[in-house]
């Protein structure tokens, strides 16, 4: 059971650079979620999707921005990484249809931005 | 918005209970849940409660739930070194947005 899976896990950035951080889910889940962990700052919302063709502003949306591509998948990209984004990227899903809204998560994108 | 607050750091010795504590703010929270993350992992669910529960008991995970104070607790009995790893509180609020959330995870550390 392959449940959510990102890539890459890791990737090192240039300032100004862009790239897209990809998150597919095998669960059929309706609902989609991009999180930021930081050190002491436990997980930040920046986008969530909560059906295919649908995206949400989080917490924190700003210098990124989503695509759900279908129900499957869902990206984040950073069109000029900042050295501010360096951080621990996770990619959630869940399914809002059942009463416990369990959210499943992938390992983590590990990014730096020097 | 939500606000989710949690202590960063609990050590206890091996064999004794661990208690976890977490405020929130958000009174229409619907489910409260406790998250598990080992050292380079995702996140894993490791229990919730619906909000009209006090209690639920799950094999050594205990969670309490006192409403009228907004505090949430997990209390894990013969703490175990596999034990090890940041526990997040998590709420998903009552307010119709979507996503959950998180406290800033506690730091269980277990004494040998």
């Known amino acids: 059971n392959a449940g959510v899976t990102q890539t890459p896990k890791f990737q090192v950035l240039k300032t100004g650079q862009s790239m897209t951080l990809q998150c597919a889910q095998d669960m059929n889940h309706n609902s989609m979620y991009w999180y930021r962990q930081d050190p002491g700052m436990g997980l930040r919302l920046i986008y969530y999707s909560a059906s295919e063709g649908t995206t949400d502003k989080g917490e924190v949306p700003n210098g990124y921005n989503v695509s759900r591509l279908n129900k499957r998948e869902f990206s984040l990209r950073l069109e000029s990484a900042a050295p501010s984004q360096t951080s621990v990227y996770f990619c959630a899903s869940s399914d809002r249809r059942f009463a416990v809204t369990e959210a499943f998560f992938g390992q983590g994108t590990r990014l730096t931005v020097v | 918005g939500e606000d989710v607050e949690q202590s960063l750091f609990l050590s206890v010795r091996e064999g004794d209970s661990s208690v976890i504590n977490c405020t929130y703010t958000d009174s229409s929270s619907t489910y409260l849940y406790w998250y598990k993350q080992e050292p380079g992992a995702g996140l894993q669910l490791l229990t919730y409660i619906f909000s009209n529960m006090d209690m639920k008991q799950d094999q050594r995970l205990t969670v309490l739930l006192n409403k009228k104070d907004k505090h949430l607790s997990l209390r894990i009995a013969d703490t175990q070194t596999g034990d090890s790893a940041i526990y997040f509180c998590?709420?998903?609020?009552?307010?119709?947005?979507?996503?959950?959330?998180f406290g800033k995870g506690t730091h269980l550390i277990i004494q040998p």
């Open positions: 998590a709420i998903l609020g009552g307010g119709g947005a979507d996503g959950l959330t």
